[in-house]
């Protein structure tokens, strides 16, 4: 018994150690390389983010090859997201030849030079914004940086222009938030409070026994 | 007969004590020092918990954000330079540690695998901590940056639960051991008076009494030789029933000169640390993402950590592999091993660690200091958009960081000559020393190299 209590608070102290950090590393793990992926007019199109999605700042990237599975390059192409609000609209699947209006945005706003700008901020929560985004260095792959400021469900679109007309995809992205923070936080707190607890039962058992001496 | 002896009065700038002035020497035996600094210290950083875990998302509206990280972690390495390892006494971490530690705490014996390889754990967790701010974007994060926070309260939390004094603060903290490097450069000192610890048998300063407990991180004024792990928290000066203690005013990196005992890890901490401020920068420049993209082609793959994890490698490799060379090159001359240059000479570059690191941060403090007012004034309702964070222009940075360099070029230099000097007969003074002072030019035009690009922003 004496040599298990000798041993607890090692063992205690190390699972600590190594729950707090499994939690943290699941919390902010990136590279989802498998993106979401649909076919338009025979391209096929993923859509993927550099790291897991998440609230805040996303890098994006958009992969087109052809029927022939020939990567697209220069394409103009521009992307949407809206957040999946109740009541919203489904988007069809795999709708094609249209012309992409530029309706009412919210919850989305684009990275500018690396780094958000007071301006930015300024619109985060109704700029109507589409966003022309960049060739990556890899053949067919577009890439630019968004900042998604709500946690939930996006509606998608990403609409592409090759030989004269305009196609879209539509994809559905999950966007962890509050639920998976408040998880996070809810462990520390458990975590704490059984080292606190376990502290203050040892702390006594060891009191008594020195009382019975 | 102790008690007769009393520390000799020199003037202060002369190392003189500085408890010979009335309200120094009151503020130290007040009951409420360190207390009056440190528990405002907890609130702010109970503010800033609150608003990294709960606050705004973006790291530009994130209070909680520009206090830690354009702030705090700027303001701390001058803080070693002038107070030494002040800090710590007043960290909330180490306020954590010891309200548990009063309520709940065991006080139980350090473990022995902490007290034999706790400073190779603190070299691993930096490096570790390091990497994952930038494969997870710490610092960009404020809930990430939280969850940095909560990770070192468990850590403190456990260790007052079960351990005595502040063994996390001493043995695991990253910070910690940052700290105890840059201490030593730092312009104050506390130290028992020879004469008077001589005839001591109380040792009241390492055990307590009534009026303050013992040192909390386990040091014995009476035979301490360097401040590497002396918070200043006056526990000894209450203590000693002798009024042995002093506190002292000294050159910048002094005691770097005259290391009694080297450390393999802490002059490889040292080497570390110097890759860890090139990667800071590196990967701040607007040339990184070029960089990173020939990265990726050539190493075929986009995955950051995996590409990052290289260039991290390699910083930290460039200056560890130097310092190694150079070692062994002044092993010709002064017939010593290539670990014991090493261990020796490591402490030499801690001066232009501590530059690197505070030019580096005075980017981050200067040109986003503003921050800091705009994101409190946003907690309070008032947003300001539009207005410049930055507080004094680009060209002054710049002149600043050069600066910074190139005091931290002469104080290695002059540190390298010292160790030559107190390790060497005449004749191999010079031998020893000029292959240090190249390293040390190599190691400043790097650093100046790497100031003179654009760097990113923070916020």
């Known amino acids: 018994m004496r040599r298990f209590l000798h041993l607890f608070p090692a063992l205690l102290f190390t699972l600590a150690a190594l729950f707090s950090f499994p939690v943290t590393v699941l919390a902010g793990e990136g590279d989802d390389v498998h993106g979401l992926e649909v076919d338009v007019n025979g391209y096929h199109v993923v859509l993927s983010s550099h790291d897991e999605w998440q609230r805040g700042k996303n890098v994006i990237v958009v992969t087109i090859t052809d029927s022939m599975g020939m990567p697209v390059e220069q394409a103009d192409v521009e992307i949407m997201f809206a957040p999946v609000t109740k009541g919203h609209a489904e988007p069809e699947e795999d709708s094609h030849d249209v012309e992409p209006g530029h309706g009412s945005m919210t919850g989305m706003e684009p990275e500018e030079d690396g780094h958000d700008t007071p301006e930015a901020s300024e619109h985060e929560e109704e700029t109507p914004t589409m966003l022309a985004i960049q060739e990556g260095h890899e053949p067919g792959t577009y890439e630019a940086e968004v900042r998604l400021v709500n946690s939930g469900e996006y509606d998608v679109q990403v609409f592409f222009h090759v030989t004269g007309e305009m196609l879209q995809a539509d994809f559905k992205v999950n966007v962890p938030g509050a639920g998976a923070q408040t998880l996070v936080l809810w462990s520390f707190l458990l975590v704490n409070t059984l080292v606190i607890t376990s502290a203050g039962v040892m702390r006594k058992q060891s009191q008594n026994v020195k009382g019975m001496n | ?459």
Request: charged share 15%.
């Open chain 2, 1 to 459: 007969m102790a008690a007769e002896l009393k520390p000799s009065y020199r003037n202060i700038l002369s190392g003189g004590n500085l408890l010979q002035i009335k309200a120094i020497d009151r503020l130290m035996r007040s009951k409420w020092f360190p207390g009056i600094i440190q528990w405002p210290t907890l609130l702010l950083f109970m503010l800033i918990m609150f608003q990294l875990l709960l606050g705004p998302d973006s790291a530009h509206d994130n209070l909680g954000t520009a206090l830690t990280w354009v702030l705090w972690w700027p303001l701390i390495p001058i803080l070693f330079l002038f107070l030494g390892r002040f800090w710590c006494a007043i960290c909330p971490f180490a306020t954590i540690n010891d309200l548990v530690q009063k309520f709940v705490g065991n006080n139980r014996p350090v473990p022995r695998f902490l007290k034999k390889y706790g400073i190779w754990i603190i070299d691993a967790l930096f490096i570790f901590i390091t990497w994952s701010d930038h494969v997870w974007g710490v610092v960009e994060n404020p809930f990430g940056s939280g969850i940095l926070m909560l990770m070192l309260t468990t850590g403190v939390i456990a260790s007052g639960s079960f351990f005595e004094r502040r063994t996390f603060c001493r043995y695991v903290c990253f910070l910690g051991g940052l700290s105890g490097n840059y201490a030593r450069t730092g312009m104050l000192a506390l130290r028992g008076t020879p004469e008077i610890c001589a005839t001591c048998t109380a040792a009241s300063c390492f055990k307590g009494t009534d009026k303050a407990p013992g040192c909390p991180l386990f040091e014995f004024p009476k035979t301490m030789s360097s401040s590497a792990n002396c918070v200043i928290c006056a526990a000894c000066i209450k203590n000693c029933p002798n009024d042995s203690i002093q506190l002292t005013v000294r050159p910048p990196t002094r005691e770097l000169w005259f290391i009694r005992k080297p450390r393999m890890e802490e002059a490889f901490l040292s080497a570390v640390i110097m890759g860890i401020v090139f990667v800071q920068n590196v990967t701040m420049l607007e040339v990184w993402g070029a960089m990173l993209k020939w990265l990726e082609k050539a190493v075929g793959t986009t995955n950051y950590a995996i590409t990052f994890s290289i260039t991290f490698a390699i910083a930290i490799l460039i200056p560890v592999t130097l310092l190694g060379i150079t070692s062994w090159i002044a092993g010709k001359f002064n017939k010593s091993s290539l670990l014991e240059n090493f261990t020796r000479f490591g402490y030499a570059i801690i001066a232009l660690d501590v530059a690197g690191h505070i030019a580096h941060n005075l980017f981050h403090l200067l040109a986003e200091g503003k921050s800091i007012f705009y994101t409190a004034l946003a907690l309070l309702g008032q947003e300001v958009h539009g207005a410049s964070p930055a507080v004094v222009g680009m060209e002054t940075i710049q002149f600043l960081q050069y600066g910074l360099i190139a005091l931290g070029f002469v104080a290695s230099l002059y540190t390298a000559y010292r160790i030559a000097r107190s390790h060497q007969t005449t004749g191999a003074v010079w031998g020893t020393f000029a292959p240090y002072a190249a390293l040390i030019v190599v190691l400043t035009v790097m650093n100046i190299y790497l100031f003179m690009l654009p760097m990113a922003m923070r916020m």
